[in-house]
């Protein structure tokens, strides 16, 4: 195993760099020129040019390249584009966003969809960035429970107990949404208290049956047993433990709150006893949901001082026990400022975690996040707070959450990598001005600092604006089961 390791990086920086004269016999689609190459796969960090063509990376060389599009990258970092595991808004406003933050590739893992076909052919030819989504529980549970809600559960999908005959009902649509090229489960526990833990054990086998990853919102983010977050982390490790599924925990710092440490200590110590575990966390220290859904039903009596910390969306207005019970029955998005920036920090730089957005925006109401994660991490993180090397955060925004799904999803192996044959998803920006500009009451302002993204080849973003009229995103799937 070491040995085939050891071959696959020769291998990687073999190709990372052509000689000067096949180069430079070339011409390219697309040149990158003379930008700071940096690859956390084979640890490339320099000056070269990145000559694409036909939507991959042809060449890496230390001379220049010829094209019919030259780009120059002087004095800016050439990244593998950011692949997002969490991305609820999965339409044109918000691929805008995610392009200005360097994101080339949003996924909708956490929920994911009740009929992956579908979902497949409705984003077919309409997307600006690359896109996919998992099979989902929640909202196959939804279906068979004739839920109302539109995202999530709002009524008997997140609150009734199924039947045996109902969960193998469910088992089937997720079976069938693998089958359908979907990339892991999806699930929204906290959303669906009602799930015992034997369903959620029978959901966890399918996923074992095909190896596919599960994402999975913890049962609770509560201190105190029980209900704790760290019980609802031992029910999730557990379960990968029991059924052999690979594991990974979205958004760790909104369900740990001030139990971050422990809940990286569980996952740590997981994975040191070779269970496959991944988190993930995203750069803000609130959160975000519908306020109809069962997660807020522990706010239901709670006194204003509590409620405070829950924000509406749409207007900015903290809430108190009188618009709490109104904006329940208009429902929408409410923003939860439940975390700390000590525990922000920790999750973010921790090695075990990738960063994920977790965005949805709705015509310009949502959370920063949808905008700003990425460019906050490069600016705040790593430029700012010296929290992170620059490396780390390429590595936790492209290579890692490859890495998560290219066992199912081969496909992810030519991504999150700069490197000869690898996609030409490609992230450039200036380290020296990379930020973020959201806030919750500007949520949906663009980050500054990408000069080009490219998706598959096609600049997206070009001279830090964003291109019109093309869509070049593919889809991102799993294998195909006939």
Same mark, same amino acid.
């Given at each position: 195993?070491?040995?085939?390791?050891?071959?696959?990086?020769?291998?990687?920086?073999?190709?990372?760099?052509?000689?000067?004269?096949?180069?430079?016999?070339?011409?390219?689609?697309?040149?990158?020129?003379?930008?700071?190459?940096?690859?956390?796969?084979?640890?490339?960090?320099?000056?070269?040019?990145? %000559?694409?063509?036909?939507?991959?990376?042809?060449?890496?060389?230390?001379?220049?390249?010829?094209?019919?599009?030259?780009?120059?990258?002087?004095?800016?970092?050439?990244?593998?584009?950011?692949?997002?595991? #969490?991305? #609820?808004?999965?339409?044109?406003? $918000?691929?805008?966003?995610?392009?200005?933050?360097?994101?080339?590739?949003?996924?909708?893992? +956490?929920?994911?969809? +009740?009929?992956? $076909?579908?979902?497949?052919?409705? #984003?077919?030819?309409?997307?600006?960035?690359?896109?996919?989504?998992?099979?989902? #529980?929640?909202?196959?549970?939804?279906?068979?429970?004739?839920?109302?809600?539109?995202?999530?559960?709002?009524?008997?999908?997140?609150?009734?107990?199924?039947?045996?005959?109902?969960?193998?009902?469910?088992?089937?649509?997720?079976?069938?949404?693998?089958?359908?090229?979907?990339?892991?489960?999806?699930?929204?526990?906290?959303?669906?208290?009602?799930?015992?833990?034997?369903?959620?054990?029978?959901?966890?086998?399918?996923?074992?049956?095909?190896?596919?990853?599960?994402?999975?919102?913890?049962?609770?983010? $509560?201190?105190?047993?029980?209900?704790?977050?760290?019980?609802?982390?031992?029910?999730?490790?557990?379960?990968?433990?029991?059924?052999?599924?690979?594991? &990974?925990?979205?958004?760790? $710092?909104?369900?740990?709150?001030?139990?971050?440490?422990?809940?990286?200590?569980?996952?740590?110590?997981?994975?040191?006893?070779?269970?496959?575990?991944?988190?993930?966390?995203?750069?803000?220290?609130?959160?975000?949901?519908?306020?109809?859904?069962?997660?807020?039903?522990?706010?239901?009596?709670?006194?204003?001082?509590?409620? &405070?910390?829950?924000?509406?969306?749409?207007?900015?207005?903290?809430?108190?026990?009188?618009?709490?019970?109104?904006?329940?029955?208009? %429902?929408?998005?409410?923003?939860?400022?439940?975390?700390?920036?000590?525990? +922000?920090?920790?999750?973010?730089?921790?090695?075990?975690?990738?960063?994920?957005?977790?965005?949805?925006?709705?015509?310009?109401?949502?959370?920063?996040?949808?905008?700003?994660?990425?460019?906050?991490?490069?600016?705040?993180?790593?430029?700012?707070?010296?929290?992170?090397?620059?490396?780390?955060?390429?590595?936790?925004?492209?290579?890692?959450?490859?890495?998560?799904?290219?066992?199912?999803?081969?496909?992810?192996?030519?991504?999150?990598?700069?490197?000869?044959?690898?996609?030409?998803?490609?992230?450039?920006?200036?380290?020296?001005?990379?930020?973020?500009?959201?806030?919750?009451?500007?949520?949906?302002?663009?980050?500054?600092?990408?000069?080009?993204?490219?998706?598959?080849?096609?600049?997206?973003?070009?001279?830090?604006?964003?291109?019109?009229?093309?869509?070049?995103?593919?889809?991102?799937? %799993?294998?195909?089961?006939?």
């Amino acid at each position: 195993m070491r040995y085939l390791a050891t071959s696959i990086l020769l291998l990687a920086l073999a190709g990372a760099i052509q000689s000067p004269a096949v180069a430079q016999q070339a011409t390219y689609d697309v040149v990158l020129a003379g930008g700071r190459v940096m690859d956390p796969e084979s640890g490339l960090d320099a000056v070269r040019y990145v %000559g694409i063509r036909g939507g991959k990376i042809a060449a890496i060389s230390a001379t220049p390249l010829k094209g019919q599009t030259v780009l120059d990258a002087k004095g800016l970092v050439v990244a593998p584009g950011f692949v997002d595991l #969490h991305a #609820h808004g999965q339409d044109d406003e $918000n691929y805008r966003l995610y392009a200005m933050d360097g994101v080339t590739t949003a996924l909708e893992l +956490e929920v994911g969809t +009740e009929d992956v $076909n579908g979902w497949y052919a409705a #984003h077919a030819g309409k997307a600006l960035i690359n896109f996919g989504a998992s099979a989902s #529980h929640v909202r196959s549970r939804m279906k068979i429970f004739k839920d109302p809600g539109g995202l999530l559960p709002s009524g008997d999908g997140g609150r009734l107990v199924a039947t045996p005959a109902q969960i193998e009902e469910i088992k089937a649509l997720v079976r069938l949404g693998l089958d359908q090229g979907g990339l892991g489960v999806g699930f929204g526990l906290q959303y669906t208290p009602a799930a015992t833990r034997w369903e959620v054990l029978e959901m966890f086998r399918v996923a074992a049956e095909r190896k596919a990853p599960v994402f999975v919102h913890a049962r609770s983010f $509560n201190q105190k047993e029980p209900g704790s977050s760290v019980e609802s982390f031992v029910e999730m490790i557990g379960a990968a433990a029991i059924t052999g599924a690979p594991l &990974h925990i979205v958004h760790l $710092n909104s369900m740990s709150l001030a139990s971050t440490p422990q809940t990286l200590q569980l996952v740590a110590e997981a994975r040191k006893r070779g269970l496959d575990v991944t988190t993930e966390a995203y750069p803000y220290s609130a959160g975000q949901t519908e306020i109809e859904s069962a997660l807020l039903d522990q706010f239901e009596g709670a006194p204003d001082s509590m409620l &405070h910390k829950l924000q509406w969306a749409k207007t900015g207005e903290r809430l108190n026990r009188e618009t709490f019970q109104k904006y329940r029955k208009e %429902g929408g998005m409410v923003i939860l400022h439940l975390n700390t920036p000590e525990m +922000e920090a920790m999750a973010i730089t921790s090695p075990l975690t990738m960063i994920a957005s977790d965005a949805a925006m709705h015509d310009g109401k949502g959370h920063p996040r949808a905008a700003g994660s990425y460019a906050r991490v490069l600016g705040f993180y790593v430029r700012e707070q010296k929290a992170l090397s620059l490396m780390d955060a390429i590595r936790k925004s492209t290579l890692m959450p490859a890495q998560r799904l290219e066992k199912l999803a081969p496909m992810f192996r030519a991504k999150g990598r700069l490197r000869v044959g690898a996609d030409a998803d490609i992230a450039v920006f200036d380290p020296a001005t990379v930020i973020d500009h959201a806030t919750y009451e500007k949520p949906a302002e663009y980050s500054s600092g990408f000069r080009y993204v490219l998706v598959n080849g096609v600049p997206v973003v070009l001279n830090g604006a964003l291109a019109t009229g093309i869509f070049p995103g593919r889809p991102a799937r %799993g294998v195909i089961r006939p």
